[in-house]
């Protein structure tokens, strides 16, 4: 793999392709053409760590600075389904956002921040635009996180993937100093603080549910501003998470609200006679999510585990730091308990509407 | 994405699905039994350096010990259509094994030694056996190497991928000292040798032809001989690698010869004003391709592009090393020479049949 020569059902060259190869159902040129819309992508999101120049067969990241004690995260992430709904309206440079916030999040739970991040890009037949707004997006996001975007791989196999569909595969690898690696389940006591950040959307979870529910619905596609609030990009945790360092606050845990929702990520983080109740009163829960439980006719119990129902991450903290980080965008949503008090794991009190 | 949770259109839960999942076309389940099945291997292939538990939402791995120098060396990368061979024939553990293989020519060809691996799986309905195997595959390839299996990803989507296809994708990150990082283009003179490292077969490139010519050819299929031969999966070229090392020879640079065959791979690791001159009868090219040329009514230029015709990593040395690598599986191939005397950068001479 590398930058400069993505992958082909047979690589891409500079010479013109054999008969051979066209008989095949592989498209060359259009490879070249996606490695010449992607490369300038790609050099907006290199960093001072990054040594190799594209056309390496790895990309190569200076480890030096990292600290003795430092530990490698690392997360491997698709998109799920929500590119299919991304293709049908041609909106792919918020999939690329998406790939990497998902992988941020994975590896900010843990302490970590990001170093650099990979990308695989997969379709049917090779479409060079849709693999360059893709990755415009990856390193837009990756810019914003100060991550490097050290390498990535397209992918072009009729008879694998249905015409027009496409998937991403993110990889991110962060760092974080042993000590400070989360979650400490150990520290976690009964009336310790819930507190939630808000997310951008569903992100990158409960989609197939989504789609299934706008093919539903006639005239869903055609809502702007439905479509909108659905592809709006997975947020990125990096600033909030960096933010609760500078306020001088150490979370116990941090659990990141992807698929299984608040009730099934939750409990990933407490120690195993610990449990939590949540107040679903406690945060304005966005109008869309009200929509999809409608069209769905989901209970609570349903909704909370396919949606992220507005919450993206949850810091569990003392109590007493819990104020300091509620605010624009984060409230305190709930309290550990014991597990004898917990309903399953996570109890949902009270009414979000 | 957590080894011990793997995505699905909707994440994989303990309780039984709503309704709404099943009518979505997502099978709980089944993901909770893939779970389950892969489990096993991924246990089997931790190192002493894995900090993580199964759980968590990113894989940990201990950085202590790399070295102040150290230079993390990464590679993402698929099996291509290698995989849509591999499943007619039920064979999904060879799969894996190529996924980690293939990634470590391309981490070992920057002098890195493997860390840790993680992979994605993906498919339209989740067949947990088909992951199992993959993983299973994954993980022996992975203990073999020391390296550590620290995480994947599993995600079910149907309408993304055409029924009963997989995909399969491979992060590794490794590491070097710095001042053992190859390639070293600016080393290579005329006169240096080339010495190639037998492959074990078309390893994970040109697959795309190859299915295009078994379909072409009534009976193929049932030839046993000619799949176990397809489908024999890519060498690791680690032992040869740190076998170099230890017999005190320091490669120039070392080319893995992969999509693009020589033709393509050769060029990447060599200075822009030198070429190559390879003796297409120095190396015993096996059977298979010979078939497959044949079949394909392919010419040197094009077989030497699309497959690596029995060559899976090209070592540049010193003229006096070469006798020391040549050997058992490899073989002195060719001279580094100046581009004027190479037509474009590679040029083939004699015959290999």
Known sequence: MSRSRR???????????????????????????????????????????????PGGFGGMYSAAGLGADAVLVASTDGVGTKAVLAGRHGRWRGIGVDLVNHCIGDIAVHGARPLFFLDYIAMAALEPEVVAEVVAGVADACRAAGCALLGGETAEMPGT??????????????????????????????????????????????????????????????DTGLIDALLE????????????????IRPKALAHI???????????VLPAHLGARVDLGAWPVPQLFATLV????????EAFRVWNMGIGLVAVVEASDADALAGQGSSVIGTVIDIADAGGRVTLEGSWR
């Not at 990158?204 to 869903?220: F, K, Q, V």
């Not at 992807?258 to 990933?268: A, K, Q, S, W």
């Not at 409608?294 to 119990?301: E, T």
Request: avoid cysteine; charged fraction near 15%; aromatic fraction near 4%.
């Open 7 to 53: 992958r082909h059902g047979v690589q891409a060259t500079a010479t013109q392709p054999a008969d051979a190869y066209r008989a095949a159902g592989v498209d060359i040129d259009a490879g070249n053409r996606a490695v010449a819309l992607l490369s300038q992508s790609v050099a907006s999101a290199g960093t001072p760590h990054v040594l190799s120049a």
């Open 161 to 222: 993937y249905v015409p027009g569909a496409v998937d991403v595969v993110g990889t991110i690898v962060g760092a974080a100093p042993k000590d400070r690696l989360l979650p400490r389940p150990e520290t976690i006591r009964p009336g310790d603080a819930l507190v939630g950040l808000a997310s951008s959307g569903p992100h990158t979870n409960g989609y197939s549910l989504i789609r299934h529910l706008l093919d539903g619905s006639p005239g869903a596609a055609a």
């Open 233 to 248: 990009p997975h947020r990125s945790y990096l600033p909030a998470v960096t933010g609760f360092s500078e306020a001088g």
């Open 258 to 268: 992807t698929g299984g929702g608040i009730l099934d990520n939750l409990p990933r």
């Open 294 to 301: 409608d069209w769905g006719g989901l209970d609570d119990s």
